[in-house]
């Protein structure tokens, strides 16, 4: 189940990267 959770926000958090371009910087940074 945690898996699956932490699988969901990496993909909610992509998602969020892909529509805000310049935001992804700062999230490939604490990457």
Not at 4 to 29: G, K, P, T, V
Request: glycine fraction near 0%; charge should be negative; charged fraction near 25%.
């Amino acid at each position: 189940a945690l898996t699956r959770h932490l699988m969901l926000r990496e993909s909610q958090l992509w998602n969020f990267i892909d529509s805000h371009d310049e935001c992804a910087a700062i999230y490939a940074a604490l990457d």
